[in-house]
């Protein structure tokens, strides 16, 4: 069983700082056992690293148990408020899951004090059904090289309409953050894919130059292979939010990017059949008992698509968004936009996507449109709620 810090390596020059991140779901065991591997080569090998890489272990009491969680899920409930009130209940709150998050936080406050540039997190997950590894990311500039650099799908929008997940927490904090998913949980091709995404990534993030790694030309072929014929970025156009006890239950014989026909039963819950709203790539079906998403439906970006969304994020353009027909600042919030969907055109939802405002919530007849922390917006103060466990003070002693 892994421990919270499950090593930490540097040769002492400057350089960036990446924080590996496994098992924040305790079914998951592959992503600790990846960076175990890497850090122990690392170290074995003495690599000529710049910057600093620290590996973390999420859910300890759920991986010894080989559980998601065991009373709450992990990686949610990493909204400023949430943190507030885990720091104020103190350690006599007795949820398993509070206390490892309590444990996270005072491992990674010491990190985010420090951080003069934004850190890399890579925080790896694993699948319950069979499917190939990809990658997940806010959409937000920053991210991309490291993203890019994985030769997996990439996903854009579900990091921004997960509320409370730990990696979108610190892109809001002006950090990089991105999730790979490596497989099916319990299948061994699992860690050797997170190893791989590791090693690739900490190239991409310049701690090491290709030449360091000499084995890096395989680990990218291992990725390529998994994900052949896969699109290489996708969005997600629907999820399907599933409340407990309705009786969902996925059809047999689904996995992720297999093509769906509108209309086509996808799964079935207390209600009957459930029918995909629109064509698309299923993502994320849920096999598994625990998890509030059924599953998503994703549809292909173009490359072309992603560059033109940089150039016009570089050039500032999202300050003409207030200008778009039935489109309003949003009154308290900054930079969220509340649009009139019967004044704003269909388009409008691809012009808020361009600029990165995938996070879509409904508010009486309008929607709100909100996005992760863009990059214009530099590494700010520590955040009030956490700012009482900087110089690394254990939160237990607090
Ligand atoms: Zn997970």
């Given at each position: 069983m892994p421990e919270r810090v499950i090593s930490r390596y540097t040769t002492g020059r400057g350089g960036p700082t990446v924080?590996?991140?496994g098992g924040l779901h305790g079914n998951e065991p592959a992503g600790a056992q990846a960076i175990a591997r890497v850090l122990a080569r690392l170290e074995a090998d003495g690599m000529p690293l710049r910057g600093e890489v620290t590996g973390l272990a999420g859910n300890l009491a759920a991986l010894a148990e080989d559980r998601r969680f065991l009373s709450r899920d992990l990686n949610r409930r990493w909204m400023a408020g949430d943190i507030e009130e885990l720091l104020a209940a103190g350690s006599g709150r007795e949820a398993p899951e509070d206390r490892e998050q309590r444990e996270l936080l005072a491992a990674l406050v010491p990190l985010l004090v420090a951080a003069r540039e934004p850190i890399v997190f890579l925080d790896l997950h694993s699948t319950s059904g069979d499917g190939p590894p990809f990658a997940c990311m806010a959409d937000v500039l920053r991210n991309r090289p490291i993203a890019l650099a994985l030769p997996i799908p990439?996903?854009?929008?579900?990091?921004?309409?997960?509320?409370?997940?730990?990696?979108?927490?610190?892109?809001?904090?002006?950090?990089?953050?991105?999730?790979?998913?490596?497989?099916?949980?319990?299948?061994?091709?699992?860690?050797?894919?997170h190893e791989a995404a590791i090693w690739i990534a900490l190239v991409a993030a310049g701690c090491l130059d290709a030449p360091d790694v000499p084995d890096?030309?395989?680990?990218?072929?291992?990725?390529?292979?998994?994900?052949?014929?896969?699109?290489?970025?996708?969005?997600?156009?629907?999820?399907?939010?599933?409340?407990?006890?309705?009786?969902?239950?996925?059809?047999?014989?689904?996995?992720?990017?297999?093509?769906?026909?509108?209309?086509?039963?996808?799964?079935?819950?207390?209600?009957?059949p459930v029918r995909a709203p629109e064509k698309g790539l299923m993502l994320m079906p849920r096999y598994q008992?625990?998890?509030?998403?059924?599953?998503?439906?994703?549809?292909?970006?173009?490359?072309?698509?992603?560059?033109?969304?940089?150039?016009?994020?570089?050039?500032?353009l999202d300050r003409a968004v207030p200008l778009l027909p039935g489109v309003q600042p949003h009154p308290q919030q900054p930079d969220q936009f509340v649009a009139n969907p019967r004044i704003a055109v269909f388009q409008v939802v691809n012009v808020f996507h361009l600029f990165g405002y995938r996070h879509v919530r409904p508010h009486r007849e309008r929607l709100v449109f909100a996005r992760r922390r863009p990059d214009f917006r530099r590494l700010g103060p520590l955040p009030p709620e956490i700012r009482s466990l900087r110089g690394g003070t254990g939160p237990e002693s607090a």
């Open positions: 924080v590996l991140i990439l996903i854009l929008g579900i990091e921004e309409i997960l509320d409370g997940s730990l990696l979108g927490y610190l892109c809001d904090l002006g950090h990089v953050g991105v999730a790979v998913e490596g497989g099916q949980s319990q299948d061994p091709r699992t860690v050797r894919h890096l030309g395989d680990h990218r072929a291992l990725l390529a292979v998994a994900a052949k014929g896969l699109p290489s970025v996708v969005e997600i156009r629907h999820r399907h939010h599933i409340q407990e006890g309705d009786g969902f239950v996925m059809e047999p014989g689904l996995r992720s990017f297999v093509p769906v026909g509108k209309g086509q039963v996808v799964a079935r819950d207390g209600s009957g008992g625990q998890g509030e998403d059924g599953y998503f439906l994703a549809r292909r970006v173009s490359p072309l698509w992603l560059r033109l969304s940089a150039l016009l994020r570089r050039l500032r």
